[in-house]
């Protein structure tokens, strides 16, 4: 079977090392000159615009999923084989506005933080008002990792915030006084089953995720986000990983956002859990019987932003296993990451700190006091 | 680092997929029109005896190692950069004639079937009426999964089997009556640092592998296959995995031959321990800490020879994992293996038996009985 991903960035790069061995030939789509997937399969260079390369990719492959979750709608509505898009064009909509994700959050019943639709200062000045000067505002469409986004305080002048994401169709969502993230990642196959990931704490560093560690212990939020994203899947009829990244606020889940894709969060699934996010993503588009999710032990992931350190320090710490995903070195630039394994927590930490990843203790403690 | 692989077959393609996180580039050599390494690595054309491409290939690479160990010996001693070459000329040259590696063992006092020097028919007769007439008869080089083999029995024609293997260069090993097999991997690090994955034991169908599990439990065993692999890799000075094969006479190894590779046996080190052999390898290579060989529970691999089974019904079983090479069908060829992973022998067991692999229930019992 030959799958096409759109996008090459890393989450093509690992999906292709996890589709060599299933047998599945894989080949990537990308605008960029460069891109890290190229290592590992073949890569079309070309904008995801234009139609009749685009149109001869998907043609050429059985199945086509996504690496990024931008890819215009529209570009891919015309396309004559949609039933090869896993997951499908009505997921990958939902998630591309942040509209419409909140809308569909709240037509779930899935708890979210209250918002506002901006396209003008008035009324964003309006709505700051209503949230009592708190919030965040963020472009409605193409935001990732902390871009498009600002945070907004009583003090703030809302001109020049809007003017920051260039006065750009926009949402000011509530500022959300959480304890802690956690994603819930989740597969569902092409016949309905539906296969949860264990939860997974998340740390942000400037919007941009910095460590994550899993199995999340809590019994009650596992129920809670597992709940959710079934309402999720199911509604879109979705097949293949969803991951929804939520706040948790007093011991309740707050939705903040979803990715129609394989997460960065699941990257520790890789050598943490007996199957992958990117082998099940994969098991779930091609029809082949999905993998177990469970974790084996406990396990964190760090993430290396501008330029990869030295691999020594890293390696020769216990457990650790390294994701170098061959980019050039650029600032803020997620470059690659560490995944830290081990049988429990207490051995997860004492390894974390041995090499100097702190923040999963902060974590942990965090977690214990919310 | 750039990584070069002499051969792209099925070892060069687990190289490869192993060697992108760690943030080696790799490429591969072969002769081959067609290599299953070309999926996920630049593979160079050229036939090994072709001294300026060999050349060019080495010189383009910081480290060369090996996926085929028959690589001429002669075509290699004229590189310029010899130090390149992980594992050494001196290893590759004693795993690559019988005669040698069986000298190499006697002279380190491992323990090694009786054998005879064959040039002409004279010395094979000879040779079976010391043996009692039972023997294999091998040719001394370029024998892999029992090709250049032949059985000899007190009925069989010296000349008939001395001209079934071309009337090449040969040895005639004593028959050992053996209850099972096992091997033993190791890697050694260019500081010295050996780390030795537990024993696997297998079982080989029509000369080649079918079926392994490790860890293997018996202490006794394991100490003595440690033991017999270190003064190998002393001796040989050597730099990556290297694997020894023997049989078990008696609760005592006999050496049968050794890989100066990572070895079909040691392809269930992907899912059943924390760091493969393919990891291994490349992490002593390429001078990187050596990660940890510790089992996570118990494993078994079964080989797929000639064409690729329908992967739903294993991968609808629990722990396992698919490895299709992605080769083309052919009668007798390695084309890909399952690797199925449990929390203990029971569990392994349970599985193995709901796939329909009942070679593990036989080699446990067989071990038993040992």
Request: aromatic content about 6%; glycine content about 8%.
């Amino acid at each position: 079977m030959k799958v096409g991903v759109l996008g090459a960035g890393q989450l093509a790069r690992m999906l292709a090392l996890a589709a060599h061995p299933l047998g599945l030939k894989v080949a990537a789509y990308d605008p960029a000159l460069e891109s890290c997937a190229t290592a590992v399969c073949a890569v079309t260079r070309a904008a995801f615009e234009d139609a009749v390369q685009l149109q001869a990719f998907c043609a050429a492959h059985d199945v086509v999923t996504f690496d990024f979750e931008n890819v215009p709608v529209a570009a891919l509505a015309v396309l004559n084989n949609q039933s090869a898009l896993r997951p499908n064009l009505q997921a990958l909509e939902a998630a591309q506005d942040r509209i419409s994700e909140k809308q569909l959050f709240e037509r779930l019943g899935i708890p979210t933080p209250r918002y506002f639709e901006i396209s003008t200062v008035a009324q964003l000045r309006s709505a700051i008002v209503q949230l009592n000067g708190c919030g965040i505002l963020k472009t409605r469409r193409l935001g990732y990792d902390g871009r498009g986004q600002v945070r907004i305080e009583p003090s703030s002048d809302a001109a020049l915030a809007f003017s920051s994401i260039a006065c750009a169709p926009a949402i000011l969502e509530q500022f959300v006084p959480f304890s802690y993230e956690v994603s819930q990642i989740a597969v569902r196959a092409i016949s309905g089953e539906i296969r949860f990931y264990p939860l997974i704490a998340n740390v942000h560093r400037a919007g941009v995720l910095h460590l994550s560690c899993s199995p999340w212990a809590s019994t009650k939020l596992s129920g809670q986000a597992q709940a959710h994203v079934a309402k999720l899947l199911l509604e879109l009829d979705y097949v293949g990983v969803l991951a929804v990244e939520f706040f948790v606020v007093e011991g309740e889940l707050v939705a903040n956002e979803m990715a129609p894709r394989v997460h960065n969060s699941g990257h520790l699934t890789i050598e943490g859990n007996v199957t992958s996010q990117f082998e099940n993503h994969l098991r779930a588009i091609a029809d082949l019987p999905l993998g177990s999710t469970d974790a084996r032990g406990m396990s964190c992931m760090l993430n290396f932003l501008g330029e990869m350190p030295d691999p020594r320090a890293f390696l020769s710490g216990s457990g650790a296993h390294w994701h170098d995903y061959g980019k050039t070195a650029r600032s803020g630039r997620k470059v690659g990451h560490v995944t830290i394994c081990a049988s429990n927590k207490t051995e997860l930490l004492e390894r974390a700190e041995a090499l100097g990843v702190n923040a999963l203790h902060a974590l942990l403690e965090q977690a214990e006091n919310a």
